[in-house]
């Protein structure tokens, strides 16, 4: 089996955070009752190294989450683990394609030769696309929010973290859950799973779910509810155990989601300054936005579609001291936008309007093969590995402008279709040697070798949106190569107290423009982007293992950050074009705090908080703009999370369980200009459970409400002056009632 390294006692929790202080917040953790009666934190073991080991050994600033805390806080999408991970975020322009952020760094890019800064993984395989990420997250083992650049074991675009989802594997005994839910919105949620032995030595599991909800955000032009959900999948895995030396896994899985777009909503005032140069319009038939969060001017309910389907085997085999694993894979995915991007008011609606449309197509082949291993009587842990990815993705993208004076025929169209093909080689080793019982060095490097070749088309329009007439056919390539180490000192001070510091790099891939403007723009790629980090961290566990308090501090210098922005074709340009460019440089300096206390038997307080300081520190625009000093996108200065939840053992063998969360995020900015229309302004969350668990566990039964006091926020706001900014809201409150059984169990 894989070597584990094991702490002088196993206090784990939740997340250990390694480079922060992890120890859960929340959700992630449960109350356990040791040989002396005393309460101490669960264990969680996480792969966060490429091995197995106690959350609160790993010098990462990882956060865990159980598959059991993710059932209890109806956890079912990546931004629902973003309120209960210091300093992750999330936002979506094109509904269906998550934008995810960790520490101020993420991208916008979404265009065939872009990439995503925080990679999302299904059981070690990569996810390319960011709409290939979009499926229900049940029946999850865990869940692994890894901070700050992963460059070494985790590889291309980790730069600015890695979402790690693990699967639970087909169990060796019979067991099964059936869950029904209900709630307003004429929410409907039917999830299941059945797992367990075929034979002696093959295990077999399968899952489905299924999920649907109105809209929330209603459209005054046609009375359609927008931002409603809508999607199914299935998940099946067999388990072959020939030896006690060898494991074969292979799981297929397949979702589909079919939705309305989302429910923009106009945010911000026009801009009075702006000439009267749209089209001859004046300023006046642009009216000052209506600010209404449940009320969108869209006049069609837009398409929002995504078909996801995978196929992996993973091969576990003892080899002399270590073990020698290989992840081979395919995945495919096609993702179809429809959106009306100008949800302007009625008044103008007979004016201009204008919509997009996007059919993404991708599919992807990786192969990882490593060998984990101990040696010099388990002092020295190590793990060396070789890693391809071959990637292809087409993407059309139409553009299209309505005006009254052109009888709304089509007018100011563009059209791009990207061909890109990604070729991903990189080599990799991390060991770790212990000089005693007290301090530990870790060393670890990967070289990283990438080629992407493109053949776009495109059609841009002679509008004042583009002043550009131009079309154009064109065949291109380029490649990168990084080297991104890791050294971390690690210190066991005391049985109580975990100390670290580390060093790292990342890396992310050059790429192309999704729609260029030009046929130089379309020729012309944009750099590589590299990050270099420096954290230290401290885990304490106290009051005999009641108590857990985490903390680290993180110094990331990012070198030609890529930044998509949308740059005036001229001066004055209303729309203008939305393109990527590298800032010169970039930091993101920060603190990270969790807690966990278990006061008394049944009730455990946690929490986490973060503070950001980020900013562009050279980042002079070709127009003169400067934006040194402004903050990055989609980093709160300050953001928190904290959790109350109590369990009450009945004399009838029953239980009970209430949990109280809040989360709160300070205003955070969308444009690396700062403009204060493009904020996400601070909100507050609150959610509440109750659950009653009958004697034999055989049933429960649970009331729930989501943004309990039905704040109004935004998850996304993009600049677009003089018209105000189309804003993509968050849910209002919803609430609602479930049943889940258990059996086998």
Do not use: C
């Not at 791009?416 to 990604?422: A, F, K």
């Amino acid at each position: 089996m894989l070597p584990t390294r094991k702490s002088p006692r196993a206090i784990v929790a939740t997340p250990v955070l390694a480079a922060a202080i992890l120890s859960i917040a929340g959700p992630q953790s449960t109350l356990a009752q040791s040989d002396d009666n005393n309460l101490v934190i669960d264990e969680i073991v996480v792969t966060s190294q490429k091995r197995e080991q106690n959350l609160q050994s790993v010098p990462i600033a990882v956060t865990a989450i159980t598959g059991e805390a993710m059932r209890k806080a109806d956890i079912h999408t990546l931004d629902d683990i973003t309120t209960r991970t210091p300093g992750f975020s999330m936002g979506s322009f094109n509904k269906g394609q998550p934008q995810l952020f960790i520490r101020g760094i993420g991208s916008n890019a979404d265009g065939a030769g872009s990439d995503v800064s925080v990679v999302t993984f299904l059981d070690e395989v990569y996810i390319g696309r960011a709409s290939g990420a979009v499926f229900d997250l049940f029946d999850l083992e865990r869940v692994e929010v890894l901070r700050g650049p992963q460059g070494t074991l985790f590889g291309k675009n980790a730069i600015g973290g890695a979402v790690s989802l693990h699967t639970a594997k087909p169990a060796d005994d019979f067991y099964g859950r059936a869950e029904v839910s209900v709630g307003n919105f004429n929410a409907r949620v039917v999830r299941g799973l059945v797992s367990g032995p075929l034979t002696d030595n093959i295990f077999g599991k399968i899952t489905a779910s299924w999920r649907e909800r109105d809209g929330y955000v209603t459209s005054v032009t046609t009375g359609d509810k927008l931002s409603d959900q809508q999607t199914w999948g299935l998940r099946g895995s067999l388990r072959f155990v020939p030896s006690d030396t060898l494991e074969v896994i292979v799981t297929g899985d397949y979702s589909r989601s079919d939705e309305f777009a989302n429910g923009r909503i106009l945010v911000g005032d026009a801009d009075p300054a702006t000439p009267d140069i749209l089209w001859g319009i004046g300023q006046a038939a642009f009216p000052d936005a209506a600010n209404d969060f449940t009320k969108t001017f869209a006049d069609n309910q837009g398409v929002a579609d995504t078909e996801i389907a995978g196929l992996a085997a993973t091969v576990s085999w003892d080899v002399g001291p270590g073990t020698l694993t290989s992840i081979t894979a395919y995945r495919e995915s096609e993702y179809i936008n429809l959106d009306d991007i100008a949800s302007w008011d009625l008044s103008i609606a007979d004016v201009i309007d204008a919509a997009t449309f996007i059919d993404e197509q991708a599919e992807q082949f990786s192969q990882e093969i490593r060998y984990t291993s101990s040696s010099m009587d388990d002092r020295l842990q190590w793990v060396a590995g070789l890693y391809y990815l071959r990637e292809d993705v087409q993407r059309d993208e139409n553009s299209t402008v309505f005006v009254a004076a052109t009888e709304n025929t089509p007018f100011g169209r563009s059209f791009s279709r990207q061909d890109n093909t990604t070729d991903s080689f990189s080599i990799f080793a991390d060991a770790t040697y212990d000089f005693n019982d007290v301090f530990s060095l870790t060393v670890g490097g990967r070289y990283t070798s990438e080629e992407k070749d493109i053949r776009q088309i495109g059609v841009t329009p002679i509008v004042i949106v583009h002043t550009i007439n131009e079309s154009y056919d064109i065949m291109d390539g380029e490649s990168w190569t990084a080297f991104t180490p890791r050294v971390v000192l690690q210190l066991q001070a005391t049985d109580s107290v975990f100390l670290y510091a580390s060093a790292s790099e990342g890396f992310k891939s050059g790429g192309y423009e999704g729609t260029a403007a030009t046929e130089v723009a379309a020729r012309t790629p944009f750099d590589q982007e590299d990050a270099t980090a420096f954290e230290l961290g401290a885990k304490m566990d106290l009051w005999n293992d009641r108590l857990r308090l985490n903390a680290a501090v993180f110094a990331t210098d990012y070198n030609d950050l890529q930044v998509l922005v949308r740059k005036e074709a001229f001066p004055g340009d209303p729309l203008g074009i939305v393109i990527t460019e590298n800032a010169a440089d970039a930091t993101s300096n920060g603190l990270e705090l969790e807690f966990q206390a278990a006061l008394f038997e049944g009730f455990l307080l946690s929490g986490n908080y973060t503070y950001l300081d980020t900013s562009y520190d050279n980042y002079l625009e070709p127009n003169g703009i400067d934006n040194k000093g402004n903050p990055l996108r989609n980093a709160p200065e300050n953001s928190y999370n904290i959790v109350a939840n109590y369990t009450k053992d009945l004399n009838s063998g029953a239980s009970f369980d209430i949990r109280f969360e809040f989360f709160h995020s300070d205003e955070s900015f969308q444009d690396p200009r700062k403009e204060i229309n493009a904020a996400k302004p601070e909100y507050d969350l609150a959610h509440l459970r109750l659950s009653y668990t009958t004697a034999n566990s055989g049933w429960e039964f649970a009331a729930w409400a989501k943004n309990l006091f039905d704040e109004e926020y935004l998850m996304h706001n993009f600049p677009l002056q003089p018209f105000g900014n189309p804003g993509t809201v968050g849910p209002p409150r919803t609430y609602g009632f479930s049943a889940t059984m258990f059996f086998g169990e």
